[in-house]
């Protein structure tokens, strides 16, 4: 029996760092996600790289990473993605949106994407699960710490989909649709000297100010993100053990 088959949705450019320790953000989330016995593949996306809708049928589950491209944009390939992801959601495959994924996910299911109300969440985040009976076989704790790195946010999701946890900053943290579609709003995938060259190459391109730049890296410092967790979760969802 041929083991499960999954595809990374590439919606970044792999920065020289990660590129160099990691083989690119493909590399990140197969460290994070991949069991033995499984193949995984990637579409650069961003780059309009699709799977034909042969190739999705051949795909157990698809990974939508994080972007630096806004999910409430009109970009071609962001417009393609929303097809995509409509096509996917027909078909009930299993689908994790991580950070802009989450959000484009919530984008294509009729939420509403936009601006944060409270400005840009870098760092170390405590997020709030919900006491949602999905979580009870995975025996987690009421709290959670996962690195974070956005300034946009869902502001607003269909009433038939579930909000799984929040933030004293981001209302909708993470959010279940049915048994085959999960977003989480923070980087559960992200290790910290990943978040510490993103937060260099913010302050290089003026994206953010240098005060915010050096509460960033202090949160960061202060606080260990609870990675182990969040790969049990999202394996568990992914891999329909959840």
């Known amino acids: 029996m041929e083991g499960k088959k999954f595809a990374v949705l590439l919606c970044a450019e792999d920065s020289e760092y990660v590129k160099k320790k990691y ?48 999910a409430h944009g009109s970009d071609l390939w962001i417009c393609k993605l929303l097809n995509l992801l409509k096509k996917i959601d027909s078909m009930k495959k299993k689908v994790l949106g991580i950070c802009f994924g989450h959000q484009i996910l919530g984008r294509s299911l009729g939420g509403t994407i936009e601006r944060a109300t409270n400005g840009w969440d870098i760092g170390v985040t405590t997020v709030n699960l919900s006491t949602s009976k999905q979580f009870n076989s ?92 969040w790969k049990k979760l999202c394996i568990s969802f992914l891999k329909g053990k959840l």
């Open 23 to 70: 083989g690119g953000y493909f590399g990140v989330f197969v460290r994070m996600l991949a069991e033995e016995g499984e193949t995984w593949d990637f579409f650069r996306v961003a780059h309009g790289e699709f799977p034909t809708d042969d190739e999705i049928g051949e795909f157990d589950g698809f990974v939508i990473t994080g972007s630096c491209n806004d």
């Open 138 to 229: 995975l025996k987690l704790p009421a709290f959670l710490q996962v690195i974070e790195c956005h300034r946009d946010e869902i502001r607003e999701l269909p009433p038939t989909a579930e909000v799984m946890a929040w933030s004293n900053k981001t209302g909708i943290e993470m959010f279940r649709y049915g048994d085959h579609i999960m977003g989480i709003q923070g980087h559960p995938e992200y290790t910290k000297d990943i978040l510490l060259h993103l937060i260099d190459r913010l302050l290089q391109h003026n994206l953010i100010e240098e005060s915010m730049g050096d509460v960033a890296k202090a949160k960061v410092e202060e606080r260990e993100p609870d990675r182990e967790q």
